[in-house]
DNA sequence: CAGTGAGCGAGCTTCCGCTTGACTT
């Protein structure tokens, strides 16, 4: 056995740790937190000064346990938790479990796992911080009252009985969607008419070619339409030319955010599917460790990726670079996710390549040369008018970093202008037009958030941690606060204005706006419980809450702050703020009036209800009960229109009685459809849902039961089983779910058993159909 | 693919951050 014990978070830093160490220490990894708050009444003794009970969770017992024997048995335990909060508080724990003393264990940090480096954490270690591991213990207290005071106000006031939540970082993160989304409502697009113009002019190789310059702006088609008509009859020349060098840089090399975030924009992988990737690569030995908030590379990162840059491109390409974090709250316990080694370019994971090549190239651009650029500029003259045109060109005189990696681009960062090569222009030189244009253009509304800019925006918020942003977006989409989905476009005409051969033409055209793909939408819930929190806890909702009490867990950390005198501060005036409001606040409706149904004189109101939005004519103290509908899974609270609502009341009709029972009609996810006797029959398209009659009705009935009948070949009424005829031969039936009959049994398909039927069940479910066939299938 | 939508009240849910497998469909 072993003399020292080591203890890291990570059982695959474990095994690369143990190699450099040698014999006289054993590695082994805790896998994160060892212990946690009670959950009964909080695991927080409120009138104790806080005190927090923990508990080692029942998942992390096997750990605990291996982990008690291989220390009893060492001489000496050796803590190498990550260097930050976390970390340092998890080596605490570690010292309470394994009943070291907290004062003389010896705890090192390192930042690379390279045998200098940890020789040397080795040679140089420390005892805890038990400030810092304060700090932690503020962090995880706090975020435990928020989380557990809050959520029960919702289970009280919130109508829909799923299980809610809110929290520090997750209620945030709904908020920044919702305030979005209503942005966008309120947006009203400003139409303007901007000038462009192409000209000819000739190559470098003498060939005739064109070139674009842009004008002016106006916000009227009449004042665009009178410039047109200054320049009839025109001459253009070059007046003035401006020839300037720019560069570029490439940016910093990944850290979580920033990978998801080009992961997303490059590959189209969500967050998780990001994570999960890296995690792969990452247990594998391919990159370095994928939840960290640094731009930092070790020194003999940079030798290794500067030495790559040498051999495949030259030495002119490479410049190595030191990066700093903007964010202050990087808590830098980690390098930036990086190859591990560079020569490698061709990994075994065939599903991770992709991810690979992406922190591949931004690693190796990290490290070298500025992109330069020539810009160019040109001022064009117009003979019967004041005004200038401008035409810019950019040429690459040194691509740099841009040989390997360009950085994807956000939409809102997106401009329209593009730039391209300019022919080479001479002072004084006459260009011809070849046509010059007005086009209506609109502004536009900031875009919707995607998983990716989400995690972005709660980054610069210093909002959540790398861990923790994936988990967090599943959060909120699971709780139904948000969705992820497309939204189509709508069309709209713009003008344009056109001044060609000495003529100006007018046409109308037409666009597609506002299409979205992939995108974070708020729900009704959403909307309904931020603005329930916002308007009782303004505090904790506020985007600076998070950066406020990360510095007082600083100063906790400096040994500047007691804290539970700072988690007392928060808790007084908050537990105030939830007991007022579980006591006095009502039911969150986030009602909505929306005028007066005409029929009955009665209000129409949109609201949540017990099973999500709806609308409501009426209210319960009148005589007549109120009429209810739920609204349509594109509709929200927020925008429907009084006519959208009304046209939910025409629906579902009672036709009348057949056979002693009602008839019914209604739009279903299918279409529209008859329900009778609790069944259901779908609607010939020529038929309107909301004229037909009963004795419309009634033929379709009857004829789909006759079908129904001669398709019938037995039935098992207790097991809800039915065996039926199918033009490629019988199958069987079991709910709403259809399962074959093997090919050599069809013939005796009448003679089966109840037995032999269940079998056939468990086995197809048992064998489903290849995933592959299935899919070859669908793209046919 | 129904209709439900008030309120009562068992017994349930919930946070953030650190780590991976062991599960099922």
Aim: hydrophobic letters at 35%.
């Amino acid at each position: 056995m072993a003399k020292n014990l080591l203890i890291v978070e990570s059982p695959a830093k474990a095994k690369t740790i143990e190699k450099i160490l040698g014999e006289d220490f054993e590695v082994k990894s805790c896998f994160g937190h060892i212990r946690d708050l009670e959950k009964d009444e909080m695991g927080i003794d409120v009138k104790n000064n806080f005190r927090p009970r923990y508990i080692v969770p029942e998942d992390k017992e096997k750990v605990v346990k291996e982990l008690r024997q291989v220390a009893r048995k060492s001489d000496e335990v050796w803590l190498a938790t990550d260097e930050d909060r976390e970390g340092e508080a998890i080596s605490w724990h570690l010292c309470e479990v394994l009943g070291l003393d907290p004062v003389s264990t010896k705890r090192i940090v390192f930042h690379e796992i390279t045998k200098p480096a940890i020789q040397k954490a080795v040679k140089t270690p420390r005892t805890l911080d038990l400030n810092l591991v304060n700090a932690q213990q503020a962090r995880r207290i706090l975020d435990r009252i928020v989380g557990f005071e809050l959520s029960p106000v919702l289970w009280r006031k919130m109508s829909m009985k799923n299980n809610l939540s809110a929290g520090r970082v997750q209620s945030v993160a709904v908020r920044i969607i919702a305030e979005r989304e209503r942005e966008i409502n309120a947006f009203t697009p400003v139409s303007s008419f901007k000038i462009d113009a192409v000209f000819t002019a000739l190559d470098l190789g003498g060939k005739s070619t064109t070139f674009k310059a842009e004008g002016g702006k106006y916000a009227e088609e009449k004042d665009a339409l009178s410039f047109l008509n200054s320049c009839l009859g025109a001459s253009y020349s070059v007046a003035d030319i401006q020839v300037k060098p720019a560069k570029r840089t490439p940016a910093a090399p990944f850290t979580t955010s920033t990978l998801q975030q080009e992961a997303g924009r490059k590959l189209g992988y969500s967050v998780s599917r990001t994570m999960l990737l890296a995690q792969k690569l990452y247990e594998a030995g391919h990159i370095t460790y994928m939840r960290t908030d640094s731009v930092n590379l070790s020194d003999t990162a940079v030798q290794d990726i500067t030495g790559q840059i040498s051999r495949d491109y030259g030495d002119r390409y490479s410049q190595p670079r030191r990066f700093r974090n903007k964010n202050e709250s990087a808590q830098e316990a980690h390098e930036a996710i990086r190859p591990t080694y560079m020569e490698r370019r061709q990994i075994d994971i065939a599903d991770g390549q992709r991810l690979y090549e992406l922190i591949w190239k931004r690693t190796m651009a990290s490290q070298m040369a500025d992109a330069e650029l020539e810009k160019t500029t040109a001022k064009i003259r117009i003979s019967t008018n004041k005004e200038l045109l401008s035409a810019q060109g950019e040429v690459l005189k040194f691509d740099g970093f841009l040989k390997v990696y360009m950085e994807g681009r956000d939409e809102e960062e997106e401009d329209e202008q593009q730039e391209g090569m300019l022919p080479p222009l001479s002072i004084g030189q006459d260009l011809p037009l070849k046509e010059m244009k007005a086009t209506e253009r609109y502004t536009r509304p900031a875009p919707r958030y995607t998983e990716a800019s989400l995690v972005k925006k709660l980054e610069e918020l210093g909002i959540g941690r790398p861990s923790t942003y994936a988990p967090t977006i599943s959060t909120i989409l699971k709780r139904g606060y948000v969705e992820k989905r497309d939204k189509e476009g709508v069309v709209r005409n713009y003008r344009i204005l056109k001044l060609s051969k000495d003529k100006i033409s007018t046409s109308t055209e037409t666009e597609n706006t506002g299409a979205e793909k992939s995108k974070l939408f708020p729900t009704d819930l959403g909307l309904v419980v931020t603005d329930f929190l916002i308007q009782h806890f303004d505090d904790v909702m506020d985007y600076g809450f998070t950066a406020r009490i990360e510095n007082e867990f600083d100063e906790i950390a400096s040994g500047k702050l007691e804290w539970n005198n700072m988690v007392g501060a928060f808790y007084r005036p908050f537990k105030e703020d939830v007991d007022n409001t579980m006591q006095t606040a009502e039911r969150i409706r986030g009602e909505r009036e929306l005028g007066i149904d005409p029929d009955s004189g009665k209000k129409v109101i949109a609201r949540m209800g017990r099973f999500g939005p709806m609308v409501q004519i009426g209210d319960v103290s009148d005589e007549e009960k109120p009429r209810f509908a739920k609204l349509k899974p594109d509709q929200s609270i927020e925008t429907i229109g009084f006519q959208e609502a009304m046209e939910l009341f025409r629906l579902p009709r009672q036709l009348g009685d057949f056979e002693d029972s009602p008839v019914t009609v209604n739009i279903g996810r299918f279409g529209p459809y008859i329900s009778h006797n609790k069944q259901f029959y779908s609607l010939p398209k020529e038929l309107d849902p909301y004229a037909i009659t009963l004795e419309e009705a009634t033929p379709i009935i009857q004829e789909k039961r006759l079908a129904k009948e001669e398709r019938t070949i037995k039935i098992f009424e207790k097991e809800k089983i039915q065996v039926l005829k199918g033009p490629y031969g019988p199958y069987l039936k079991r709910g709403l779910r259809n399962f074959p009959i093997p090919k050599d049994q069809q013939e005796k398909a009448a003679e089966l058993s109840i037995e032999e039927v269940k079998k056939m069940i468990e086995d197809a479910i048992a064998n489903p159909p290849k995933k592959s066939a299935r899919k070859k299938k669908a793209t046919k």
